[in-house]
């Protein structure tokens, strides 16, 4: 049925107008994280084959409302941004690229839009509504097509009731307006998360629920998380997939290391030994990565050892996809899926069939003495490995907190992550800054053995190591008042009020022997 | 706020607000006409039915919400306040309210937000109508055909404008009310229906330009293109943007958005 036979039933002496069809290949873009639209916005390069020229494109960058579907800011571009760098001026773009930071925005899905405008009028041949016809061509998971027709009436002003005559016809014909996101449908169509899906390492758990289906679930997220940042590492997209990819890999092997006595120790320690060799390999591309941000746009001298670090960075890729490529990385993946599933076994894993709400507890009270105990050993005299240590300590508790957060209240988790998280910056600071300056150092020496390089730039990398170092001892000078707060009794407190139950269990059933630590929570 | 106004008729007034309002609207900016006019040339111009819910009475009065009144044109941004047969009565109608000369002003508040432009299209006479126009615009757009004694039509407005002021500042004891603008429309005269060919609109215009150098640079040539607009129902720029009307048009409105 044609649009003009749908009006002239609503009114016969109404007549329309089309103007001529066109079409436009939409392409719906976001980081790998999904910032854009966690920013409340949709972002879409759209390019349409021009009609004197079918080879030119003539494309636009649209940034869109995601709520109100409102055109917020518009560029022409000549192909879609692939860094903030390659986005349009302006204040709102601004914000957008504060949002994205280093990530790489990526193509999320695809669609073709055939549109055809068409103005109604009435019998004074006055406008009174406009309609957009819209043929959307969606692809689906199988890869085949999918048409989404949808028509949109917009009244002009004081003509509103024609307009919903029309709106009313067009739909009675099957012809509705776009109800939800255009993106949204097409997302599911080709079987994708919903952008909206949560992203940390939390899963939904309930206190009841026994410990091995938590664990399982919980180690089923960070495969999860794993597998998805593992294409940005091969591809090398962005810096980011890297950095996510490892934080899977330590979340899982942290998780592992702390639930003794959940899963059976067999299985969990053959995918511990898997884990440690894999984030032994994304170690050295990681740090190259750190590098490098920190160098930014490299001054002149520092040119040499830039192109140093992009040598070394080519290297560790190299190493790393070899190693994403072998079996052995098949079968981590393959005994990380076996351990999922595997069967509780009374005798192996004496706390699986436990209540992870209690274990959980348990866990995190274990976890949080020992950060207390070892951060109150360290006074000025005491050597920087004992820091090391504690950082490592202080992320274990990260992970616990974050991996189990869903057992808890959010506003406590979450204000006890932010006191954690303020120590950790801290210990992070103090290591990033002592290792970058060793290695400038070592790097250093390398650069002058090969006496590739000049004068100039070794003097320039001994002051960044320099720099590194001040900015060492100032993390050190204020470790003690960093401790002080996260120890302060306030801080004792919201650990013993999220973990009261680990703290007043019965049994406490991970508690280790050799820590019979009481007063690093108080009761 | 933009007043097209002049004491005589059929001097290309309509003319000017439909097609200035156009391209003030094609420029980007929010634009509304409001057809004065009880004869409602430019609410035909834009095929909109000269009718006002309630009258002009209600609408003067604040009994109708304006903005339930306004339509929308055929063309972005420029939407349009129809005229209405009762607008004949305008005068009265503003003479039973408390503070005629300001009622026309108070109408348009609300949409001040809502549009960048505002352009009144008067009908052609002295009168309260005319003063409430005064009082709510920035800049009055006077046409002036080259005709015998074109000067007087400025003169005749000038002291009106005069005699308000004064009226104003009697009333209020030597100031000038309250509710008033503080100071009088800009007046931007320009020749409309000009056909150089012709000795007398060369001489007149001359001897304009000698005692009010101020009048506008620009001239709206007279054109059979203008005569079309009755039929086509639509600004030049829609269907000649390429002709000699056209670009006369947009000259003037640079020349008059420079001066407001």
């Known amino acids: 049925m044609s649009i003009k036979s749908v009006i002239a039933a609503v009114h016969s002496r109404w007549d329309v107008a089309s103007e001529a069809p066109s079409s436009v290949h939409r392409t719906y873009l976001d980081t790998a994280d999904w910032r854009i639209h966690r920013g409340g916005w949709t972002l879409e390069m759209d390019s349409r084959a021009s009609s004197s020229d079918s080879a030119a494109k003539d494309g636009a960058l649209t940034l869109r409302h995601r709520e109100s579907d409102a055109v917020m800011a518009w560029a022409p571009a000549d192909g ?51 309609v957009l016809l819209e043929r959307h061509v969606l692809p689906d998971s199988q890869k085949h097509s999918r048409v989404l027709r949808t028509a949109t009436v917009t009244g002009v002003r004081g003509y509103e009731r024609s307009a919903q005559r029309i709106a009313d016809a067009l739909s009675a014909a099957g012809l509705d307006r776009q109800a939800e996101s255009l993106m949204s449908v097409a997302l599911s169509l080709v079987g994708r998360a919903s952008p909206g899906a949560k992203l940390g390492p939390g899963v939904d758990l309930y206190r009841s629920m026994p410990a091995s289906r938590a664990v399982a679930a919980i180690l089923g997220r960070l495969r999860y998380h794993m597998i998805s940042n593992q294409d940005g590492v091969r ?11 490892r934080v899977a890999i330590r979340r899982a092997r942290s998780i592992l290391r702390q639930s003794g006595g959940v899963l059976p120790p067999n299985a969990s320690g053959a995918l511990s030994a898997g884990l440690e060799w894999l984030g032994g390999l994304t170690g ?30 080519e290297t560790a890729q190299r190493e790393l996809t070899v190693a994403m490529d072998s079996a052995r990385y098949r079968s981590l993946l393959h005994t990380w899926r076996a351990l999922e599933r595997a069967q509780t076994d009374q005798a192996a894993a004496p706390l699986g069939d436990r209540p992870v709400g209690e274990v959980a507890d348990a866990f995190i009270a274990r976890a949080y003495r020992r950060v207390i105990r070892r951060g109150r050993a360290i006074d000025v005299s005491t050597p920087a490995e004992a820091l090391h240590d504690l950082r490592k300590r202080a992320k274990e508790l990260r992970y616990l907190l974050e991996c189990f957060q869903t057992l808890y209240a959010e506003d406590e988790i979450t204000s006890v992550i932010r006191e954690l998280k303020a120590l950790q910056d801290n210990l992070g600071e103090f290591q990033d800054c002592q290792v970058q300056a ?24 001994g002051r960044l190591a320099d720099d590194m170092e001040k900015r060492e001892k100032r993390a050190r000078d204020e470790f003690d008042s960093r401790f002080e707060r996260f120890s302060s009794s306030t801080n004792r407190k919201r650990f013993a009020a999220l973990v009261a ?23 | 706020m933009l007043a097209i106004y002049s004491i005589k008729g059929g001097v290309g007034k309509t003319t000017a607000a439909v097609n200035l309002a156009y391209l003030s609207a094609l420029g980007g900016a929010r634009t509304l006409v409001w057809d004065l006019d009880p004869q409602g040339a430019a609410t035909f111009l834009f095929r909109i039915k000269p009718r006002v819910k309630g009258g002009g009475s209600a609408l003067v009065r604040g009994q109708t919400p304006v903005d339930r009144l306004i339509r929308g044109t055929d063309f972005d941004r420029l939407d349009l306040l129809p005229a209405d047969l009762s607008y004949r009565h305008m005068d009265l109608h503003l003479d039973r309210t408390k503070h005629p000369t300001q009622q026309l002003h108070s109408v348009l508040a609300p949409l001040r937000s809502e549009y960048d432009c505002i352009i009144l299209d008067c ?11 005064f009082v709510a615009s920035s800049a009055v757009l006077v046409p002036m055909i080259p005709a015998p004694l074109p000067a007087r039509t400025l003169d005749q407005l000038e002291q009106f404008l005069v005699a308000r002021s004064d009226n104003g500042a009697e009333r209020n004891g030597g100031r000038h009310p309250a509710d008033d603008r503080k100071r009088d429309p800009k007046v931007l005269a320009f020749f409309s229906m000009v056909d150089r060919r012709r000795q007398l609109h060369e001489r007149i215009i001359e001897e304009l330009l000698r005692v009010r150098p101020e009048v506008l640079l620009t001239e709206i040539p007279a054109s059979t293109v203008f005569e079309q607009m009755g039929v086509r129902r639509a600004p030049v720029e829609v269907f000649a943007a390429g002709s000699r009307a056209a670009a006369s048009y947009r000259a003037l409105w640079q020349e008059v958005m420079a001066l407001i």
Do not use: C
């Open chain 1, 235 to 245: 591809e090398q997209l962005d810096t980011e997939f890297l950095h996510d990819y």
């Open chain 2, 123 to 133: 009908p052609p006479s002295l009168s309260l109508v005319s003063e409430s126009v």
């Open chain 1, 438 to 461: 060793e290695t400038l150092r070592s790097m250093a020496a390398d650069l002058y053995e090969s006496r590739a390089v000049p004068a100039t730039t070794l003097m320039a990398m």
């Open chain 1, 501 to 523: 139950g680990g703290v007043h269990g019965a049994d406490d059933p991970g508690n280790e022997a050799e820590e019979p630590d009481a007063d690093g929570i108080e009761a």
């Open chain 1, 80 to 130: 879609p941004p692939a860094f903030a760098a390659d986005l349009p001026g302006g204040d709102l773009w601004g914000q957008v690229v504060t949002v994205i930071e280093d990530r790489r925005l990526l193509p999320q899905v695809e669609v073709d839009t055939h549109f055809q405008r068409v103005a109604v009028f009435n019998a004074d041949d006055k406008t009174t509504a406009r």
């Open chain 1, 284 to 313: 050295p591309a990681r740090d190259l990565d750190v590098h490098l941000g920190d160098l930014g746009s490299t001054a002149a001298d520092l040119a040499p050892l830039h192109g140093y670090l992009i040598d070394r960075r």
